[in-house]
């Protein structure tokens, strides 16, 4: 592999610069608006075995507590020291086991200490690093267009929470249909400018969000949405049917756009080289790209769909649960954004070669003058 | 019926006239690795080893997704193996960063959901954690695979005479395709998953610092990250894969 110099220097730059950060972010005390930062002082944590579990379901685990001694690095106690108990199971389910000389968030209450969570923070910020440094390394330039583009899509996304929850949930399609309309404009304008291409790229994408997702709802009245269990959506904190819907318009967005715009490009491309092909070899080429997109992108969206539900699957399962009530319970709204995500990404096809043959319509007006 | 039975025939019947046969091919490849994911949380329940579980069911996802979805052979064989080579190195970092984050297991919801279920499963959720990170990143990876290894083949067979070293630097253009394309498919995708996590922050106050620090904030973040660093690592490995084969193939004649 070819390096140019100059790329690499700036990814060791990018390395270097994001270490610090991890640094700075992992002994930053004082910056936490709610909980105390405090150090676990122990080289060697007491940990004792308190019983041996077995529960209904003939799971066997263990009780164990830890003897952690703490000391808190900001707010007003600074400098204070306790002693904690911290009682958790090795499986980790919902107990958190601390390790030696961590750094953890603690909540003080009138002379009493509890843990809140080990400080992560960091890790985010060195992953990241190692994201962006890696970024450089291999797309150059270009990456800061990227990196652009996905902290815009950040931004605009907290932008839509903040509405979404000021109207209280009420008008949840709406709001996110919208937000699809303007996500998919902003993304589009930055990496491809303002032209012909880039709204050609934009209408096949919101045909493809739209039209399948009106052809989903209607199959989902028709069959009276049976078996669709929202109430098993995590988190809920509104209506959680209006959330799926949501979650399903905003899920597919990104594949939907990536597609329309792999498509369209190379239908432009191929324009630009024969500017006498027919519309009907036009509509060929759109559909072979088209067929072998469409499987791998599919996969990208099951995989991320579906893994996520994974753990509390194997928890379901693990609790003598049948598979088909595990599924339903864990696995079934995933399944069903995922089904509507991939019609959506079969339709697409469509659509994108679809609003490509307005290139050559452009063409041949061209020609006439 | 019910509804999700009904839109997967749509699905079926959408996926045959657009598709043709790659796109039952592809349809098969979808409903094959849905069920190895069932059957990787079925093997995990009953006590089967987690890692073994996660080693054997790396290369039979990708080969599904790989082998099922393309239709040149060249292309699969040099998809799988860069594929195969990242999801490895990937698993590693995903091994040393979910150790650093401590971020397995439920959320903060978690009573709520838990009634009536078991909060001491007796299997690591650590180790769980870090399956459904690698699951999740390897869709993208496969993808990113496939992209690479068909632009550069299509590449060289519009132009037969190019040399290894100038099929590198395309691969440098074809590759920067590729990262945009995989980028918004993944944010977006996540962003769509986690919805309902990040409405629950919001009115619940949770504090930016909080957030940062939260386990599921931080495991979906980390599995972002882990998914484009994947596709990072894809674009070089894949084009070194395919020019060292070119290599090898004219030593032969």
Known sequence: MILKQKRFWWALGVLLLGSILTAVTYFATDIYQKD???LVTDHQIEDRLIENNRDVYNNYDQTREQILHLQILSGKQKGKTYTVKNVYYPSQLVTEKYR???????????GSLALVNPKRDWVLVLTLTITLALMVLVAGKHSLLLILSMALSWLIFYGVIVLDVKLNGTQIILVFGLADIIFSFVSLLIVQG?????LATWVATLLGVFVSFGLAFLIMQLTGQSEMKY??????????RGIFLAQTLLGVLGAVMDEATDIVSSLYEIVQQKPHITAKELMKSGRTMGQEIMGPLINVLVLIFMAEALPMTILYLRDNNTLGSAFGFTLSLGATQSTISAISIVLTVIFATGCSLWFLKVQKSGEKK | MSTLLALVIVLAILMTVVGGETGIRSFFSVLINTFLLILVAMLISWGVSIPIVTV???????????????????????SFLAAFIVCLLVGLLILGCQWLAQAAGLGPE??????????????????IAVTVAIFSTLGAVAEAAVAMSSGLLELKKHNPLITPLELEKSGTSIGKDVLGTAMNTILFGMFGSFLSLFLWYFRLGYSFGEVVNEKLFVNEALIIMYSLIGVLLTVPLATVLISRSMIKNEAKK
Do not use: C
């Open chain 2, 56 to 78: 054997i069911f790396i290369p039979l996802k990708l080969a599904t997704i790989i082998y099922l979805g393309t239709h040149d052979y060249t292309v699969a064989k040099n």
């Open chain 2, 110 to 127: 978690a009573g709520e959901v838990l009634v009536g279920l078991s909060q001491m499963p007796g299997i690591s959720y650590p180790l």
């Open chain 1, 231 to 240: 109430e098993t959506g995590d988190y809920a904190t509104q209506d959680p």
């Open chain 1, 36 to 38: 105390e930062v405090a």
């Open chain 1, 194 to 198: 303002w032209n012909r291409k880039m």
């Open chain 1, 100 to 110: 030696p000389r961590q750094r953890v968030f603690v909540s003080l209450k009138k």
